[in-house]
């Protein structure tokens, strides 16, 4: 399997250290892509088998040895690429899952992948459960709600709360920064949330998910709870990551999962929903 890896910054550089270091079996990493070019070719000069540097996406695309790429950019990277490269008959790992918010991008991302018979790969990223989610959607599930709790740096540049007029620097206790659909909470919360569209593609759907994100003082890790009510039962997961030191907005986990998911792929022998 060889692998293109959109996007150079924490998890794209964590995944492609992964790939470099053997640790997702036979996968080879063949190129590597960011709309700054300079880091990609920072993180390429740091592996031991130097993967090619694509001056653009087209690079990337026509050559035929590359069957997965992923995404580990932003959302707008997916609007921007996600098309191409499926239309190109290559499967697509997507990390920034809120971009599927929209509607109508959605829809035309699934027409494509039965038109060219194609993959689209989405780990389940910060937050655990989502194999029983899965499971007990194979029949009714009458409740999904995401609790997210962050610390402030976690939302230092978000035009969302910035409009609020939230000063998070005075922030001393929790509180409360959204509180609706998970197609909102992705829409508003582009780089943080994307676990709430995860969550919603695994069980009943955008609209009906409700997420609450809370802007909390007192952790220092991300802490994602999930609540599930269905015919199978009741289902609380609640998982606390530590964020990755160069970005606070990232989960460690989120990284270890894309690396997971990928190994999975060079497996026969898989456990899990």
Same mark, same amino acid.
């Given at each position: 399997?060889?692998? &293109?890896?959109?996007?150079?910054?924490?998890?794209?550089?964590?995944?492609?250290?992964?790939?470099?270091?053997?640790?997702?079996?036979? @996968? *080879? $990493?063949?190129? $590597?892509?960011?709309?700054?070019?300079?880091?990609?070719?920072?993180?390429?000069?740091?592996?031991?088998?130097?993967?090619?540097?694509?001056?653009?996406?087209?690079?990337?695309?026509?050559d035929q040895a590359v069957n997965l790429v992923v995404e580990a950019a932003t959302p707008t990277a997916v609007k921007?690429?996600?098309?191409?490269?499926?239309?190109?008959?290559?499967?697509?790992? /997507?990390?920034? #899952?809120?971009? !599927?918010?929209?509607?109508?991008?959605?829809?035309?991302?699934?027409?494509?992948?039965?038109?060219?018979?194609?993959?689209?790969?989405?780990?389940?990223?910060?937050?655990?459960?989502?194999?029983?989610?899965?499971? &007990?959607?194979?029949?009714?599930?009458?409740?999904?709600?995401?609790?997210?709790?962050?610390?402030? @740096?976690?939302?230092?540049?978000?035009?969302?709360?910035?409009?609020?007029?939230?000063?998070?620097?005075?922030?001393?206790?929790?509180?409360?920064? !959204?509180?609706?659909?998970?197609?909102?909470?992705?829409?508003?919360?582009?780089?943080?949330?994307?676990?709430?569209?995860? $969550?919603?593609? @695994?069980?009943?759907?955008?609209?009906?998910? *409700?997420?609450? #994100? /809370?802007?909390?003082?007192?952790?220092?890790?991300?802490?994602?709870?999930?609540?599930?009510?269905?015919? !199978?039962?009741?289902?609380?997961?609640?998982?606390?990551?530590?964020? &990755?030191?160069?970005?606070?907005?990232?989960?460690?986990? @989120?990284?270890?999962?894309?690396?997971?998911?990928?190994?999975?792929?060079?497996?026969?022998?898989?456990?899990?929903?």
């Open positions: 399997m060889e692998v &293109a890896i959109i996007g150079c910054g924490v998890i794209g550089s964590i995944l492609a250290r992964a790939i470099d270091k053997g640790k997702v079996g036979g @996968a *080879k $990493l063949a190129y $590597l892509f960011d709309v700054d070019r300079e880091k990609a070719v920072k993180l390429a000069a740091s592996l031991s088998r130097r993967p090619k540097v694509a001056e653009n996406i087209d690079e990337i695309l026509m921007d690429y996600s098309e191409k490269v499926l239309l190109a008959g290559k499967n697509l790992m /997507v990390l920034s #899952v809120g971009a !599927f918010y929209d509607k109508e991008f959605y829809e035309r991302i699934l027409n494509i992948v039965e038109e060219k018979k194609v993959y689209v790969y989405i780990p389940s990223g910060a937050i655990s459960g989502i194999d029983a989610v899965k499971a &007990a959607a194979m029949e009714h599930i009458e409740r999904v709600e995401l609790i997210t709790r962050k610390p402030p @740096a976690a939302f230092k540049g978000n035009e969302y709360v910035t409009r609020k007029g939230v000063n998070l620097d005075e922030v001393r206790e929790p509180m409360v920064l !959204f509180e609706g659909t998970a197609r909102d909470a992705a829409r508003l919360f582009p780089k943080g949330i994307n676990v709430a569209l995860t $969550l919603s593609l @695994a069980g009943i759907g955008a609209d009906k998910t *409700k997420v609450k #994100v /809370v802007v909390d003082p007192t952790v220092k890790k991300n802490i994602h709870e999930i609540h599930v009510e269905g015919a !199978f039962g009741k289902l609380t997961c609640i998982t606390q990551n530590y964020p &990755a030191p160069e970005n606070p907005e990232t989960s460690y986990l @989120a990284a270890l999962s894309a690396i997971r998911t990928l190994k999975q792929l060079t497996e026969r022998f898989r456990v899990g929903t």
